[in-house]
T-cell receptor, first 114, second 114 residues
């Protein structure tokens, strides 16, 4: 079945630092890949997604590229802000699982200090 | 545009009491509906999903049940809560069957069983 492995946190960075959160997956076929963000006390919001190999998803300065050869979908941002402090979840759907269900990683807590 | 509403937002219930969390989606028809649970400091676990009225799939054996009495209404219930049922419950929706379709989450319901 599908699985997602995410870089363990917590991650603490200073404002304007470069961010990378690693995500790798296990799935047969061609899953779709997602990054969701959860701000304190809130539900999950879609941050970005990619539905086929070599696609790059981007939103709010965050980027992630679907790398089928390394089965990865690492999240990056060139200059983080205090407002980026949240929990980030990598997820996939399709592949060897249902196309209508998401399999999540365990989440990575990011704290950005001023 | 589509919106998802989930209530109550917070709930404190004694062990052995019943539970009812309700979720409704507006602005779309025949959505796929989901209940996820997020235990403290952990990732998200899919509990139930539904592709249509009266069609419920359970992913994890547990003390909970789900019902879909109307197209855009999804209810999570329990007859007798356990301490281990405490957590953050998220309702979500999506459309179609493609793995690339985004799943959208509600704001969540905090349940504390005491």
């Amino acid at each position: 079945g599908n699985s997602v492995t995410q870089m363990e946190g917590p991650v603490t960075l200073s404002e304007e630092a470069f961010l990378t959160i690693n995500c790798t997956y296990t799935a047969t076929g061609y899953p779709s890949l997602f990054w969701y963000v959860q701000y304190p006390g809130e539900g999950l919001q879609l941050l970005l997604k990619a539905t086929k190999a070599d696609d790059k998803g981007s939103n709010k300065g965050f980027e992630a590229t679907y790398r089928k050869e390394t089965t990865s979908f690492h999240l990056e941002k060139g200059s983080v802000q205090v407002s980026d402090s949240a929990v980030y979840f990598c997820a996939l759907s399709g592949g060897s699982g249902s196309a209508r269900q998401l399999t999540f990683g365990s989440g990575t807590q990011l704290t950005v200090l001023p | 545009s589509q919106t998802i509403h989930q209530w109550p937002a917070t709930l404190v219930q004694p062990v052995g009491s019943p539970l009812s969390l309700e979720c409704t989606v507006e602005g779309t028809s025949n959505p796929n509906l989901y209940w996820y649970r997020q235990a403290a400091g952990r990732g998200l676990q899919l509990l139930f999903y539904s592709v249509g009225i009266g069609q419920i799939s359970s992913e994890v054996p547990q003390n909970l049940s789900a019902s879909r009495p109307q197209d855009r209404q999804f209810i999570l219930s329990s007859k007798k809560l356990l301490l281990s049922d405490s957590g953050f419950y998220l309702c979500a929706w999506s459309l179609g069957r493609d793995s690339g379709n985004t799943i959208y989450f509600g704001e969540g319901s905090w349940l504390t069983v005491v």
